[in-house]
């Protein structure tokens, strides 16, 4: 049960998944830091107030917090404008590799391609025996 856990832990999926948490929450702390100290500066400059969380709604005797709502749908838009970019740029990549990767496949040498012909007319039929 051991070996079966420790292989469940060193196969491939699981670092992957490991190193993409680690990097996820690293983002996370950019994305607060820019979305408190950079955006939500501008948004005090703008409206007065440095931030959306006194933004309230009072219905009877309770209280509706609506800004922190805002401020995290705003902190939200901003990791997946990051996420994307990060995707656009990680497939661009993968495609500049796949055209290169094709780009420098070999010439054929002589002898492969008689080769190749060889085996085409074999399965053609049309070196059978006459």
């Not at 009877?60 to 901003?78: C, K, M």
Request: glycine residues 8%.
């Amino acid at each position: 049960m051991l070996r079966e856990f420790r292989d469940f832990v060193v196969r491939g999926n699981v670092l992957d998944l490991a190193v993409a948490f680690i990097m996820g929450v690293a983002f996370a702390n950019v994305v607060n830091a820019f979305a408190d100290h950079v955006l939500m500066a501008a948004v005090a400059a703008v409206f007065g107030e440095p931030n959306f969380g006194n933004i309230t709604i009072t219905v009877g005797d309770g209280v509706i917090g609506i800004g922190i709502l805002i401020t995290a749908v705003v902190n939200l838009l901003i990791i997946a404008a990051g996420v994307f970019a990060i995707v656009k740029v990680a497939a661009a990549a993968q495609a500049r590799r796949a055209t290169a990767a094709e780009d420098e496949a070999p010439v054929p040498s002589d002898e492969a391609l008689i080769l190749a012909e060889i085996r085409d007319l074999l399965r053609s039929g049309a070196a059978g025996p006459r």
